[in-house]
């Protein structure tokens, strides 16, 4: 009798093992990408736009039978699962944990920018999925003991000013301003300028953080211009630049160099609503669309991208449209360079392709924490033409279009 | 710096008192809190900005556009809803619900119509008007479209005082306000009067939006949620249910806020509502709070 039950339960956990391990390797029907966007909020315009971009590259992808996985040497299409967030953190933690337990998604993908990832990044580590970070650049999120996340575009956000540092001191700028937005994503910014140029013995005459939802910089602009600066820079969301450079231009004041962050990213939404004046010598971070890379070896380069992307939306594209594409392509190089189905080797087959790997987002390339550290971004001034406003790249030197404008007239 | 953040606030309180003035008068007089009172201020915004764009309207233009829309606006709405709302056995805790619905279904609409982006007019198109884009004032130099925004707040409170205290309109709005069952016995058109004070408190939160660019920067669909919350610590400052205790509410509110920008910027948020704490824990009917049932 003792035989015959030792031969039961050798039989029954070889059914049951047997099976677990064909189970493990028939291949879903398809890939579940669960991401969450924000339809209302501050958030909303940049989220929306992201979560544009996702759709795109999903459609695309689909259109062609989907993505190939190489785990289960086949295309398998691949099916969106996103909630609407509306911009709260508090509601954003609850949907991330239903995509995760209840929804069960093969890839997890971040709301739009830090505020909305800093939620993620935690459920992402203790369900150990890997967050696929689209622009969460916030330097907190990426630690050595955490291996289940990876930034897709932008760099950190503590790198951003890396350039912006070295424009200033090599144009022998001595006595700066800077007031940013008490989050994450600004502050880190701001803290890495305040270092890199107090290292190279630049005079700080004004440096504070300002609540995220400031609206109205007049009295700030009007402090700063008593300290007497020759340089302002300005860390902010859409939201405080448009206050900031519409306060600034009302104000009457006049610096000889004024940054902004978003210019560069969102240029329509910014020109719409503060003007071609207010930001005529302004200098910002550009991305793409305005930094054409068309030399590409993963996706669509950018010519293509807008063409297409506007047969699929009837809108130019804009940054975020173009992170959200991006997101996509490097689920996609992950899944086709994968060895196994799981989080782990995902991550691993991303180590494999970082460096390598050239979208129209620039070169993809992260760190051992997970930290894009491939992107850069440079320095870039509009200069009236016309009507309108033409962007020059003052810096790095490899990249210069043209000399900066400075002091701005 | 000091003279800069005291004159600038007051310039700004006197916006912030404008914005309050709405919700204030609607709870006065119907004791109910419009949780929809700051998307009245954003569809204000809206339609400035669509009159703009569609025919160059100044909005100087569509201040009293703005005004007779949203007063028939309002005193359409007032039928719909709150004579229902007020013969229910709850109506303050029905009143709450009710408006957040609202004020879901407005942003949802202005969504669905303009889309999520931030929207502007340029905000120097004052100094275009006036040909001057700042002026002095002790020595301190303001844009000047805050100039504008002050006279436009100043010319509102006034008009209200007037309806309050000098039209038998206003007699009626505040026998209502001090007993609404007295005023009923002593023969006032109760509903037509409320209707009317509803529309005026939805015009006044229209006109803060007409204005809103130049004090608060870009308009956007979900901005409403916050300024609600900024009206009901204004008022609450002054005194709720008092219309007039909104303008020392919100003259409070904008010099702290400039005061605290100028000196502990990073702290900005917290004052407002430190204030409004320390209002309610020493003097909770507020700062004119013996004019809550006599205006």
Known sequence: MRKFSALIVFLFLFVVGFSGIAMSKEAPKYIKVGTLYASSGPFAKPSTAEFKGLNFWVHYVNSKGGVYVKAFHKRIPVKLVAYDDQSSTATATTLYNQLITQDHVNILVADFGSVLTSVAVPLAKVHKILLFDVTGTGSKFFTPDNPYIVLCSLPTSGRWPYTLADFIISEKINRIAIVYSSNDFDQSQAVTLHNKLKKAGVDIVYYHAVPSNTSNYSIILHNIKAKNPNAVIEFGYPNNDIAFLQNLESSGLKFNMVFTVFPGQLFKLLKANVGVKALSYGYTYPTPPLLRYNKVNLGMGIDKFEKEFEKYSGKTPNFLNIAGYNVGLIIQKTLETSKKFNQLAFRKAIAGFSGKAFTLDGLFKVNKEGAQIGEMLPVAQFVPRGQGLKMNIVYPPSMKTAKAVYPAP | ?295
């Open chain 2, 1 to 295: 710096m000091l003279s800069y953040a005291l004159i600038g606030g007051i310039m700004y309180g006197l916006y912030f008192g404008l914005v309050g003035m709405g919700l204030n008068l609607i709870f006065g007089v119907m004791r109910m809190i419009n949780l929809a009172h700051g998307d009245f201020i954003m569809l204000g915004a809206f339609l400035t900005y669509w009159l703009y764009y569609l025919f160059g309207f100044n909005p100087l233009i569509v201040i009293p556009i703005s005004i007779v829309v949203f007063l028939v606006f309002g005193f359409l709405m007032y039928y719909v809803f709150v004579p229902k709302l007020l013969h229910s056995k709850d109506p303050e805790m029905l009143s709450f619900i009710l408006f957040f619905g609202v004020s879901q279904v407005i942003e949802a609409i202005i969504i669905l119509f303009f889309g999520n982006n931030q929207i502007s007019v340029p905000s120097t198109i004052f100094a275009k008007l006036f040909n001057v884009s700042t002026f002095t004032l002790f020595g301190n130099t303001f844009p000047i479209s805050w100039l504008v925004v002050s006279v436009a707040c100043i010319v509102a409170f006034v008009l209200i005082y007037v309806y309050f205290f000098y039209t038998k309109l206003g007699y009626a709005t505040r026998a209502i306000m001090a007993n609404r069952h007295e005023a009923l016995v002593s023969g006032i058109d109760v509903n037509k009067v409320s209707a009317i004070a509803f529309g005026v408190g939805i015009a006044a939160a229209s006109l803060a939006g007409v204005m809103g660019f130049f004090m608060i920067g870009a308009a956007f669909p979900s901005m409403g949620t916050d300024l609600t919350t900024i009206s009901f610590t204004i008022i609450v400052l002054g005194a709720l249910g008092n219309p007039l205790g909104t303008v020392i509410g919100g003259l409070i509110y904008g010099v702290a806020i400039m005061l605290m920008q100028t000196y502990f910027s990073s702290w900005t948020n917290v004052l407002p509502y430190l204030l409004l704490i320390f209002v309610i824990l020493i003097k909770p009917e507020g700062l004119l709070g013996k004019a809550v049932r006599n205006v």
